[in-house]
């Protein structure tokens, strides 16, 4: 029952941010770039004040796996390079924690484009 629940939160909060997100652009002129780089920077922010560790435990990937998760990670990359690093890791810190979901994102995209026979829409 545990895991069932655990679930059940992940869905929940994913879902959340996910109709926050189709909300902003069916009600707005925002489009779907300027709302993943406002949901990445809202990541980051959300860290920083401190809400979005407490969202993270509550939720898990319902909360990390959406491009605020990323914002999230790179936030919270950085704050710890402060600690051990000095100014530096604030420079550092956001890339080394974020290092290997975007080395797998350039793999399995490379690998799609590998695979996919994508046509021009003319």
């Known amino acids: 029952m ?3 629940m ?6 929940t909060v994913g879902g959340l941010i996910c109709v926050i997100g189709q ?3 069916d009600r707005t002129k925002l489009t779907n770039g ?5 949901f990445l920077v809202s990541g980051a922010v959300l860290q920083a004040i401190g809400v979005y560790g407490p969202i993270v435990e509550f939720a898990g990937a319902g909360a990390t796996v959406p491009i605020s998760g990323f914002g999230y990670t790179l936030a919270k990359g950085a ?5 051990s690093d000095g100014l530096l890791g604030a420079l550092s810190g956001g890339l080394t924690a974020t290092a290997s979901g975007i ?5 399995f995209g490379y690998l799609a ?3 996919a ?5 003319s």
């Open 2 to 4: 545990d895991l069932f």
């Open 6 to 11: 655990q679930y059940v939160k992940c869905f």
């Open 23 to 25: 909300i902003l652009l």
């Open 34 to 38: 300027k709302v993943m780089v406002l």
């Open 79 to 83: 704050m710890e390079a402060v600690t």
């Open 103 to 107: 080395t797998v994102a350039v793999v």
């Open 113 to 115: 484009a590998l695979v």
């Open 117 to 121: 026979n994508p046509k021009s829409k």
